[in-house]
């Protein structure tokens, strides 16, 4: 006997919602987090193949059905996160999802264009939260040319208030209304695919290399490479901080799709600017290895990056080994990757680095770090084993030096034991 298929709201819904009045545990969230992705997944179905519904168990739906349980299924998740601990952000996920899908369930099912315009509205002023925005871009299908044109007046109309009930200009103020009207004003330029307007909606005042970045995103979006090109190479330059790095990676990106030929000398600018094992090794990919004096000189005043180039780009950890203790090099992890190349090279050095770097990892006394440091040493001493007699002498005597160290860590003498380790 078959089992009759359930309704999709049934199938849905009960996903979504929640009653669990242990939502700020975050445990718990996370568990509601996962249900929704599934309800999340059966709803995507029910828009993009309604035909697939049955072998999920559910009966296709009519696209205003579908329309229907989009949109309680998105109320609802707005009503479960205002309560929940998403330190995750398993369940801001899945909202986010839903918010993805309404559009297209809008769409599919010809919602009255004002009508929809009216509810996109509003939900920017639900009591519940105020951290997701609707996108006006994503819903003008659905909104059409009379949605849109409503919109427009709401955000104009919505800029007059702002000016005329402003928020006291202070240090800490913090105005939503800004936030959103100037989110609003940014996606309907990028619909508009209006140059002027989406320069002076996302630069702002250009004091921010992101500011700058953000005008290359919105005209990469709207398929303006070259501008976005533009841009994020402005942006770039705009100063050596994090975010101008962020925008290089955007410009080094499309630079790729665009103008490959350009790429050796661009990689050198980017190393320029931002010297390190990893702009080094993508200017050796891109220019050859006629710049690799220039890196050397370059990273001499960053043994780190020195060391991590010669060694994972150059490949040479005898080169990597003698510059780190030119350098005095200091980063345990750098330390740790590098004595570990070196093994084949001398065993009995490298075990002496490795040792080093996991009695100062025990410094501290910490339970939770003593069987990684029980393993890494049974690890080492079984390559000692297979190296020399000497080598594992070597990790042996330094097991003894740490067993009498630390010996009043009954803790860590018993995860020595049972890794059977002497």
Not at 139 to 160: C, D, M, Q
Not at 235 to 263: I, K, M, S
Request: proline content about 5%.
């Amino acid at each position: 006997m078959e089992l009759a298929l359930l309704p999709l709201a049934d199938a849905v819904l009960p996903l979504i919602r929640s009653n669990n009045p242990n939502l700020w545990r975050y445990s718990a969230s996370n568990e509601q987090g996962m249900s929704m992705h599934k309800g999340a997944a059966i709803l995507e179905a029910a828009i993009g193949a309604p035909d697939a519904l049955p072998q999920l168990g559910v009966r296709v739906a009519t696209p205003k059905e579908t329309y229907s349980v989009a949109h309680k299924a998105l109320a609802s998740a707005i009503k479960v996160i205002g309560r929940a601990d998403d330190s995750a952000g398993i369940i801001g996920d899945a909202c986010r999802e839903l918010i993805r899908l309404h559009p297209l369930a809008a769409k599919a099912a010809g919602v009255a264009q004002l009508e929809l315009a009216k509810w996109f509205w509003r939900f920017h002023f639900n009591e519940e939260v105020d951290y997701f925005n609707l996108d006006p871009v994503a819903y003008a299908p659905a909104l059409g040319e009379k949605g849109i044109a409503r919109l427009r007046s709401l955000v104009i109309a919505f800029r007059e208030q702002i000016a005329a009930t402003p928020l006291s200009d202070g240090p800490y103020s913090y105005d939503h209304r800004e936030f959103l009207a100037e989110y609003l004003e940014q996606r309907l330029a990028v619909l508009d695919k209006d140059f002027d307007a989406i320069v002076t909606t996302h630069l702002r005042e250009g004091k921010v290399a992101a500011h700058v970045e953000d005008v290359a995103e919105a005209f990469e979006e709207i398929g303006e490479l070259e501008l976005a090109i533009t841009w994020a190479h402005r942006a770039l330059l705009f100063d050596r901080g994090h975010q101008a790095a962020q925008a290089a990676n955007r410009w080094w990106r499309l630079l790729g799709q665009q103008r490959p030929e350009e790429l050796p000398g661009a990689a050198r600018l980017l190393f320029d600017r931002w010297p390190n094992s990893t702009s080094a090794a993508r200017l050796v990919e891109n220019a050859g290895v006629e710049p690799v004096s220039h890196i050397m000189d370059v990273l001499q005043q960053f043994p780190d990056a020195l060391v991590r180039f010669q060694l994972d780009t150059l490949a040479d950890p005898k080169l990597a080994w003698e510059t780190a203790h030119q350098l005095e090099l200091v980063s345990a992890w750098v330390w740790k990757d590098l004595a570990k190349a070196y093994f084949p090279t001398d065993p009995v050095a490298s075990i002496e680095v490795q040792l080093q770097i996991i009695s100062a990892n025990l410094t501290e006394a910490k339970t939770s770090k003593y069987r990684p440091a029980a393993l890494e040493l049974k690890e080492l001493r079984k390559a000692a084993n297979q190296a020399s007699a000497q080598a594992l002498t070597a990790v042996d005597q330094g097991i003894a030096e740490l067993r009498e160290k630390y010996n009043r860590r009954p803790s860590f003498l018993a995860a020595l034991t049972r890794a059977r380790l002497p």
